[in-house]
């Protein structure tokens, strides 16, 4: 479904925009489903496609020449996939895809780099946007060092849920394995901590937020920061 002909709704770095600027970019928009696993970036390969999410999260996977694999961030309603791009390169050692399916605004590469070169307002925004990510991934190495099982499953609890409308999270235990780079039992014991508490509720494939100041609080130190420096970019 095209969006040319009305503004894009529901991804809070196109809303930024002034009028001017996203009426240059909304006809080249495309509102599409996001399902599991689709893959906007692969390993040191040239990236055709960015994504401005509405609903649904994204992956930003670091993979380890052995195989193994630990998500180093993650792309919400809050912004765009193509960090690399929007920074001049055309390509990333890192793998971006769905984790948690919705939908989004998908906009080719190549006509990114055009309204990119047409427009400095549009391109201070995404350059400020790519600034609070390189700090959501720089404190998101702070808090595998050094934060807790829990307290790093708090975080990422948190982050899920500020880029979800409402508060039921669609999180696996393979998601969250992946985010927290530990094996699932070890998921299983952390969720279990906060369930017993009374911060979650855990069903089958999700998580439901029941005492989000709780979480926070649990998370301590290692939630916050990223978060503050996108407002203070980004409004």
């Given at each position: 479904?095209?969006?040319?002909?009305?503004?894009?709704?529901?991804?809070?770095?196109?809303?930024?925009?002034?009028?001017?600027?996203?009426?240059?970019?909304?006809?080249?928009?495309?509102?599409?489903?996001?399902?599991?696993?689709?893959?906007?970036?692969?390993?040191?390969?040239?990236?055709?496609?960015?994504?401005?999410?509405?609903?649904?999260?994204v992956s930003v996977v670091a993979e380890h020449p052995k195989g193994r694999r630990i998500e180093i961030g993650l792309v919400g309603?809050?912004?765009?996939?193509?960090?690399?791009?929007?920074?001049?390169?055309?390509?990333?050692?890192?793998?971006?895809?769905?984790?948690?399916?919705?939908?989004?605004?998908?906009?080719?590469v190549a006509k990114l780099r055009e309204l990119l070169a047409k427009s400095p307002a549009f391109q201070g925004?995404?350059?400020?946007?790519?600034?609070?990510?390189?700090?959501?991934?720089?404190?998101?190495?702070?808090a595998s060092a050094r934060a807790t099982l829990t307290e790093r499953l708090a975080r990422w609890l948190l982050m899920a849920h500020d880029r979800t409308s409402g508060n039921v999270l669609s999180l696996t235990h393979e998601f969250l394995s992946l985010m927290l780079a530990v094996r699932r039992p070890g998921v299983t014991e952390a969720l279990q901590s906060l369930e017993?508490?009374?911060?979650?509720?855990?069903?089958?494939?999700?998580?439901?937020?029941?005492?989000?100041?709780?979480?926070?609080k649990r998370a301590g130190p290692y939630y916050g920061v990223p978060e503050a420096e996108y407002r203070r970019l980004m409004g």
């Open positions: 479904m095209s969006a040319a002909g009305r503004p894009p709704k529901g991804n809070r770095l196109l809303q930024a925009l002034p009028k001017g600027q996203l009426d240059l970019l909304a006809p080249h928009l495309v509102l599409a489903p996001l399902h599991l696993r689709d893959t906007f970036e692969r390993p040191n390969r040239p990236i055709e496609e960015v994504c401005f999410p509405v609903t649904g999260i309603c809050e912004g765009v996939t193509g960090s690399a791009v929007i920074l001049g390169s055309d390509s990333t050692p890192h793998a971006t895809y769905i984790q948690v399916a919705g939908e989004g605004y998908r906009l080719p925004l995404l350059l400020k946007y790519v600034q609070t990510f390189m700090v959501q991934t720089a404190h998101t190495a702070i017993d508490a009374g911060l979650i509720q855990c069903a089958r494939g999700q998580i439901i937020v029941l005492d989000r100041k709780a979480i926070e």
